[in-house]
Each structure stands twice: as C-alpha cells, then as structure tokens.
C-alpha cells in the first residue's frame, strides 16, 4: 500500500534502520526496473532476477545517493549497469546500435514469434511486442523515455552519454520500431492510420 | 541525412516539444501547408502516442518478498564519499607543494644576490667534473632516505588509489 511519502522520504527512513520501509520503493519501481531489464535481457526469468539483483544493490548504496537526482534516475544507473554485467557474464554480445546482428538476431526471434501470433494483437501488445523486437540499446532507450519517464538529461545521465547523443539515438530507436511494426504488425498497423 | 530523415528527426523534436519558439513556428506553417509533412507528422504522432500507451510489464508476485527476504540478511554500506576522504586527498597534495615549496626556498636562499661576478654563471660547468661526484656522501644522509621512503610509501598509495578508481570505473561500466 503506498504511503503517499516522496521517494527521498522513504530513503531517509531507510537508512534510519527501517528496513521495511524499502519494500514501498520496491513496490512503486519494480515494474518499471522489470521493464527495462527485460527489454535489454530479453529472458523474463533472468530478467527478474536481474531486476532483483538491482534492489539488493540499490539497498546496499542507497548512502551513496546524495538527493542530486531524482532517486529513478540513479536507480536505473544500476539497471543499466547491472544489465551490461549481466550480459557480459552470459557472454552474450551487447550489440552496438549500428551492428547489423542486431537486426539478424531480431528478425530471427520474428520469424518465430510471428509464427505464434494466431489472434489479432491489440494496439498495446503490438507495441509492447515490437520493443521487445528491438536491440538491448534501442529498447532500453526507449523505454526510458516514454515509461520511465526520464527525459533526455536524465537519459544522458544514467547511460553516461552526451545529451546529443541520446537524442540521436532515441531518434534512430523510433525509426527502427516503426520499421518493426511496419514490417512485422502491417495488417494492425492499417486499422491505426 | 537525407531530406526525408531530416523531416522526420525535426517533426521528433517538435512532438517532444524541444524546438525553439522560431523552429515551433515553422513547422507549424509546414504542417498547414505542405501535404508531406502533415501526412508524416501524423505517421510519427501515432507511433509516439502508441509508445505513451505502451504498458509497463510486470514481474512475479513475489518480486518484493524475495527482495525484502535478501535484504533482511544486508546491512547499508557506509556512503563512499565518507571512506574516500577528500582531507587525505588534500593533505598528500598540500605534502607536495610544502616539499616543493620548501626546496624553492631553501634553493633561492642559497645564492648570494650580492655577489658580483662577470656575469657567469656560478657553477663552472666545463670544469664540472662528474665522475668525481660521490653520490654516496649525498644519499647517506639520513633525512633524504627518510624523504624517498614517504615518497615512495604516497606513490603507492597513489597508486593503490588509481587502480582502485579503474577497478570501480571497469565495474560501473560493466
């Protein structure tokens, strides 16, 4: 249940020695840190276990968080971070946003998924299911931006990008789901324009 | 970029509303009366509300259990800031500039700025004989080996600190 408090609120609370306290700001992120390690991890069981991974480790530095940012934003530093680790260790490639793998891997889980998509999708899975398409890169971009709610700042901050940087690569992601959905949704995508 | 991925990459920066005022208004023109850029400004305005829309996805029930039941057995580490404290960092570096600053003067205070000479130097260098210098005589005084073994004790301290930082830098990158 939430408690109306603001997050900084609650870390104070937290590092009084109210353990408890912590399982609000679990509550109030878990999606969105679930979200974001399962477009980049792409494996819901291991993505879970990342995102757990990212609480236990934002618990342990939650001294280190200084108020400087908002507390989303330092914790999906550790997403990314925890993320990129985690692949490194899988020894699976953390493609870069210009590799032509990207699109072979993602045009290979299609054929894949396209063959299971019997009943037609609403426009949110649709979405949904095309991010899930994209890149590790494209979609934690993108996801940042319009679900976790950071904007480009905030973006560069957590990525350890320029600003330009992130505004390029944003705008490539868009153009690249919008490919996907034209590609792979064609027939839903004509109910919608 | 060619002109159609310029378009598009100003109609994005329009809908995430970081335009100027003046580039606001253009397009705003553009958009009335140019059929291409209304067509394309709707095309990329549903890609954008589509994404708004899009849901976030959600981890197990149990998600905040587990977490709780493995932070039970934690304890917070102690802020960084409190264990890299910026005093040392000050006091090595104040160290430095006291020993140089200390060599400076010592140095200017052993030169006789009334002796009157021919304008040479004091040193005689051509008559500067190097193989009969005693470096021994120099370096067995007490207080410069004393000297050398702080210095070397702070470049590996130093030393520890940076491969510290590229051990953290390495990891905060992964």
């Known amino acids: 249940m939430s408690t109306g408090q603001t997050d900084n609120e609650i870390i104070s609370r937290v590092l009084?020695?109210?353990?408890?306290?912590?399982?609000?700001?679990?509550?109030?992120?878990?999606?969105?840190?679930?979200?974001?390690?399962?477009?980049?991890?792409?494996?819901?069981?291991?993505?879970?276990?990342?995102?757990?991974?990212?609480?236990?480790?934002?618990?342990?530095?939650?001294?280190d968080f200084r108020g400087e940012s908002k507390f989303s934003t330092w914790l999906y530093t550790i997403v990314n971070t925890t993320c990129i680790t985690f692949l490194r260790k899988k020894k699976l490639e953390v493609y870069s946003l210009d590799n032509e793998k990207v699109f072979e891997m993602?045009?290979?889980?299609?054929?894949?998924?396209?063959?299971?998509?019997?009943?037609?999708?609403?426009?949110?899975?649709?979405?949904?299911?095309?991010?899930a398409l994209l890149?590790?890169?494209?979609?934690?971009?993108?996801?940042?931006?319009?679900?976790?709610?950071?904007n480009l700042e905030e973006i560069s901050k957590i990525l350890g990008i320029e600003t330009n940087t992130v505004k390029v690569r944003l705008h490539r992601a868009r153009i690249r789901l919008k490919e996907k959905m034209e590609n792979h949704f064609s027939e839903e995508i004509k109910n919608i324009y | 970029m060619n002109e159609q991925q310029n378009?598009?990459?100003?109609?994005?920066?329009?809908?995430?509303?970081?335009?100027?005022?003046?580039?606001?208004?253009?397009?705003?023109?553009?958009?009335?009366?140019?059929?291409?850029?209304?067509?394309?400004?709707?095309?990329?305005?549903?890609?954008h509300q589509l994404l708004k829309s899009s849901e976030l996805e959600?981890?197990?029930?149990?998600?905040?259990?587990?977490?709780?039941?493995e932070i039970s057995r934690l304890y917070i580490a102690p802020a960084t800031k409190t264990y890299?404290?910026?005093?040392?960092?000050?006091?090595?570096?104040?160290?430095?500039?006291?020993?140089?600053?200390?060599?400076?003067?010592?140095?200017?205070?052993?030169?006789d700025w009334n002796a009157k000479g021919d304008n040479t130097l004091p040193i005689n260098f051509n008559k500067l004989d190097l193989s009969k210098v005693d470096l021994s005589k120099i370096f067995n005084n007490n207080f410069?080996?004393?000297?050398?073994?702080?210095?070397?004790?702070?470049?590996?301290?130093?030393?520890?600190?940076?491969?510290?930082?590229r051990r953290k830098n390495f990891h905060k990158e992964a």
């Not at chain 1, 020695?17 to 792409?42: D, H, P, S, W």
């Not at chain 1, 890149?135 to 950071?150: M, N």
């Not at chain 2, 009366?33 to 709707?42: A, D, Q």
């Not at chain 2, 160290?95 to 600053?101: D, E, G, S, W």
Request: charge should be negative; glycine fraction near 4%.
């Open chain 1, 16 to 63: 009084q020695g109210e353990q408890n306290a912590y399982a609000e700001l679990v509550n109030r992120y878990q999606n969105y840190v679930f979200t974001l390690t399962l477009r980049m991890i792409k494996s819901r069981e291991d993505a879970e276990e990342v995102a757990q991974d990212v609480f236990i480790k934002a618990y342990r530095y939650l001294s």
């Open chain 2, 7 to 47: 378009i598009e990459s100003r109609l994005w920066d329009y809908i995430d509303g970081r335009n100027s005022m003046a580039e606001k208004s253009t397009i705003e023109k553009l958009l009335e009366s140019n059929h291409e850029w209304k067509t394309k400004y709707h095309e990329l305005l549903e890609v």
């Open chain 2, 84 to 111: 890299i404290n910026k005093k040392i960092i000050w006091g090595i570096a104040s160290f430095f500039f006291i020993t140089i600053l200390g060599f400076l003067i010592y140095g200017f205070g052993q030169i």
């Open chain 1, 106 to 131: 993602a045009d290979s889980q299609d054929s894949g998924f396209r063959a299971n998509m019997v009943e037609q999708k609403s426009r949110v899975n649709m979405v949904n299911e095309a991010i």
């Open chain 2, 58 to 69: 959600q981890p197990s029930l149990r998600f905040t259990k587990n977490v709780m039941e």
């Open chain 1, 135 to 150: 890149s590790p890169d494209d979609g934690e971009i993108i996801t940042l931006f319009y679900k976790a709610e950071q």
């Open chain 2, 144 to 165: 410069v080996n004393v000297f050398m073994m702080v210095n070397v004790l702070l470049a590996l301290v130093l030393l520890d600190r940076f491969l510290a930082n």
